[in-house]
């Protein structure tokens, strides 16, 4: 079959004016024309018109009636929202109004407390000062003598005054306050003298620390021999050398490294170096190899 015999069986470009028109109409209606609709030729094209006018028509109102049920739902949700908010307002306003009511009124009676505490004070306060300027005013009060009837009927007060000054004279009055001052300072003086024969005969602990130096020559050719003499030739008060050896160090350079044994209070490490470094033609440097408290 031939391209061109192809095209004459096809139709639907022959039609194209037929669904144009079609068409037009359809918007024509959907737009409310006033011209009249002219008579189709074909019965057939005029059944597809209706058929896709009625399926735009139910399509439209669907969406129609989807935009209004959309608008109701969210007019309707606002006002619920609305009515929850101002429903949980003032239900939280009335309870922050009943606890404000409350507070105010523990208030009010801690606040009348604190007035009757501060009234109470100061009353007790100003009794304590009447009392203090009447002490002040009168003299020393004077307790009074017993009465002392006589025969004739009448009574005769005794003074007290008098024996209450010969008592206090006789408190004043130490017979035995020197002989006790005394022997407190003989037993005082006693046991200090005791305390220092005690600590006298205490044995004293010396502090003493082992010491491992490490003594270095400047190089291979010093006289390993002779540095070790002229380092066991420093004494002192506390000092005490012992073992030493030769440790090989590299390039046939080899140190020395001695032990001593010294007294803290009397020799430190900062002597030691002093006296071995003051042999400069043997010795290059005095390092601590080890330091152990004993």
């Not at 669907?62 to 309707?76: C, Q």
């Amino acid at each position: 079959m031939s391209a061109v015999d192809f095209l004459a069986q096809e139709k639907v470009w022959f039609d194209k004016p037929r669904y144009d028109e079609a068409e037009r109409r359809f918007y024509e209606h959907m737009n409310g024309s006033s011209q009249p609709a002219q008579k189709p030729k074909n019965v057939g094209a005029n059944t597809i018109l209706q058929d896709i006018a009625r399926a735009r028509e139910n399509i439209q109102k669907s969406l129609a009636g989807l935009k209004t049920t959309l608008s109701n739902r969210g007019s309707d949700q606002p006002a619920t929202s609305q009515q929850s908010h101002f429903s949980t307002t003032s239900g939280g306003s009335t309870a922050d109004q009943g606890e404000l009511v409350s507070r105010i009124k523990s208030l009010e009676l801690e606040n009348q407390s604190l007035h009757k505490v501060v009234d109470d004070l100061r009353a007790a306060l100003s009794k304590l000062e009447c009392r203090v300027s009447v002490l002040e005013k009168s003299p020393a009060a004077v307790t009074p003598a017993p009465s002392v009837p006589y025969t004739n009927g009448t009574t005769v007060q005794k003074s007290s005054a008098p024996i209450k000054e010969e008592e206090d004279d006789d408190d004043d009055i130490d017979l035995f306050g020197s002989d006790e001052d005394e022997e407190a300072e003989k037993l005082k003086e006693q046991r200090l003298k005791e305390y220092a024969e005690k600590k006298a005969k205490k044995p004293v602990i010396i502090a003493k620390s082992s010491i491992l130096l490490d003594v270095k020559p400047w190089d291979d050719e010093t006289d390993m021999a002779k540095l070790e003499e002229c380092v066991r030739s420093v004494q002192a008060d506390g000092l005490l050398w012992g073992t030493s050896k030769l440790v090989p160090v590299g390039y046939g350079i080899k140190k020395l490294q001695i032990a001593c044994v010294v007294e803290d209070d009397k020799v430190g490490t900062d002597m030691l170096e002093e006296e071995i470094t003051k042999f400069e033609d043997y010795v290059q440097s005095v390092d601590i190899a080890a330091f152990n408290k004993i």
